[in-house]
């Protein structure tokens, strides 16, 4: 009788036992990766997830520098694979999603629903995000090299560090248009009263915007890491991304 009362008491204990793991994320994916995590702990009470949003360029260098963090969900396919020649992954990186490249204004005076706004007079700030630590800023230098814009928009340019501080120039007024992920604006301009417009750039004038994770060394051992990089993969997450303007990569 102590015996299986032992027994059962250890079966209550292992499975209440929590697991916690830090997530590196690009900051483009700061609300559709929310979503997906809430939907992923909904069967997972006792798991926690915390994630950091930050450039893809710095969430490498941060691992490379010893980051505990378990999981690196990137904004493009190199950085993951440059951690993987590094020995720094543990396993090889999965391709999970396609983002697409946008114009947007919050500025009521300023219609971005056409690339073409770009080359507007009165317009003195552009926000970009940093192509030394940003995908995205990559693909808007490409698109502005293809559409031979350089002339009329550099000088104009307003560097974000990060996708996230460069919208935020935008919707905060710093910059009257500025580069974003489709992402990050999609759901805020479909709000009621919301005077965000934004144009998605043709695919065609910069490199496809492919993103893939990779589990860390630091993660190698962690369950619930490879289980939620999988549920990110996934037909359900998958979903919430595409709600969200990705395409399969």
Do not use: W
């Not at 750039?201 to 893939?212: A, F, G, H, M, N």
Request: net charge positive; proline share 4%.
């Amino acid at each position: 009788m102590l015996l299986r009362v032992v027994l059962v008491c250890g079966l209550f204990v292992s499975s209440a036992i929590a697991e916690k793991i830090q997530v590196l994320a690009a900051a483009s994916l700061k609300f559709v990766l929310e979503d997906i995590k809430s939907e992923f702990l909904q069967t997972r009470k006792n798991d926690s997830i915390e994630i950091s949003y930050i450039s893809s360029g710095k969430a490498y260098a941060q691992i490379q520098n010893g980051s505990p963090a378990e999981l690196f969900i990137a904004a493009d396919t190199e950085y993951p694979q440059k951690l993987y020649q590094e020995k720094l992954g543990a396993d090889k990186p999965k391709n999970y999603v396609r983002g697409k490249l946008v114009v947007f204004s919050a500025n009521k005076d300023f219609d971005a629903s056409t690339p073409e706004i770009l080359k507007n007079p009165t317009i003195k700030h552009i926000a970009i995000p940093n192509a030394k630590l940003a995908p995205y800023g990559v693909a808007a230098e490409a698109y502005i090299k293809s559409a031979k814009l350089g002339k009329v928009v550099n000088p104009k340019l307003v560097l974000g560090e990060s996708i996230g501080q460069a919208t935020t120039y935008v919707l905060e007024g710093s910059a009257e248009v500025g580069f974003s992920a489709l992402s990050m604006v999609i759901k805020e301009a479909q709000k009621k009263g919301s005077t965000i417009t934004y144009a998605i750039i043709d695919e065609k004038l910069y490199k496809p915007i492919v993103q893939s994770l990779i589990i860390t060394k630091a993660g190698k051992d962690s369950k619930l890491a490879k289980d939620f990089a999988q549920y990110v993969l996934d037909s359900k997450a998958q979903a919430i991304f595409k709600s969200y303007g990705y395409d399969a990569p």
